[in-house]
C-alpha cells in the first residue's frame, strides 16, 4: 500500500510568513494528493486536491505542488495568521484515502 | 444541510462489550467510509461503501462490521471490544472531489 509521510511534527512560523509543510510517497504516483485541515477535537475538513498532471493549485492562501519526480507535495499558506493553526493533513487516493500522521502549525502572532 | 453527523460523542466500554456507532449523511452521497485516528498513526481506513447495499474492507477491517441498508446510514459495528480498539473514530462521505468528515467519536476501551 502507499506510505504517506509528512516528515515535520510541528511548524512554528511567525505571523505575516509562508507556512511550507511537506508530503512525501514512497511507492506508486498517485493519481490524486489532497490536503486537509484539522483542529484539535473535530474532524478533518479538505482543502485542496491536486491531480497527477497539475503541477500547481491555488485556493486563496493556499497553494498545493506536485513534483512526481521527487514524489513529493508542498502545501503553501501566504500571509500566515494566527487563525491558520491547526494539524494539516495529506492524503493519497480519491476515495479510499492514505494519510500521513499530519504537521502541527502554529503561527505566532 | 447537517452534513455527517455522529453519535455517540463520548463513550466508554468495558472489554467484550458491543456497540453501534452511528454515522448519517444528509448529501445523498453513495460513497461513505469509516476511520480510525490514533496518535503517531494517522488516519486508517476501517470500512467502505460505494451505494446501498455494498460494503468491503479497507485497511483495518478486523473487529469491525458495517451494513449499508440506506443510502444515508452508515453504521460501524465492534461486536467484542478490546483496548485496542481505543480510538477516535471519523466517518466520511465524498461528494465530487471533496471528502467530508463527521465530528467523531471518541472511544475508550477499559
Known amino acids: 500500500s502507499q506510505k504517506i509521510e509528512q516528515n515535520s511534527e510541528a511548524l512554528n512560523i511567525q505571523e505575516g510568513k509562508t507556512a511550507t509543510l511537506t508530503c512525501n510517497y514512497t511507492n506508486y504516483s498517485p493519481a490524486y494528493l489532497q490536503w486537509y485541515r484539522q483542529d484539535p477535537g473535530r474532524g478533518p475538513v479538505f482543502l485542496l486536491l491536486i491531480r497527477e498532471n497539475e503541477k500547481e493549485k491555488r485556493k486563496e492562501r493556499l497553494k498545493v505542488t506536485f513534483d512526481t519526480t521527487l514524489k513529493q507535495s508542498l502545501f503553501h499558506i501566504t500571509a500566515s495568521q494566527p487563525a491558520d493553526s491547526a494539524t494539516y493533513l495529506c492524503?493519497?487516493?480519491?476515495?479510499?484515502?492514505?494519510f500521513g500522521t499530519g504537521t502541527r502549525l502554529t503561527v505566532i502572532p | 444541510n447537517a452534513g455527517v453527523t455522529q453519535t455517540p460523542k463520548f463513550q466508554v466500554l468495558k472489554t467484550g462489550q458491543s456497540m453501534t456507532l452511528q454515522c448519517a449523511q444528509d448529501?445523498?452521497?453513495?460513497?461513505m467510509s469509516w476511520y480510525r485516528q490514533d496518535p503517531g498513526m494517522g488516519l486508517r481506513l476501517i470500512h467502505y461503501?460505494?451505494?446501498?447495499?455494498?460494503?468491503d474492507q479497507g485497511e483495518v477491517p478486523n473487529g469491525y462490521n458495517v451494513s449499508r441498508s440506506t443510502t444515508e446510514d452508515f453504521p460501524l459495528r465492534l461486536l467484542s471490544a478490546a483496548p485496542s480498539q481505543t480510538s477516535v473514530y471519523f466517518c466520511a462521505s465524498r461528494g465530487g472531489e471533496t471528502q467530508y468528515f463527521g465530528p467523531g467519536t471518541r472511544l475508550l476501551v477499559l
Open positions: 461503501s460505494v451505494g446501498a447495499g455494498i460494503t
Open positions: 492524503a493519497t487516493g480519491a476515495n479510499n484515502l492514505f
Open positions: 448529501m445523498n452521497h453513495e460513497y
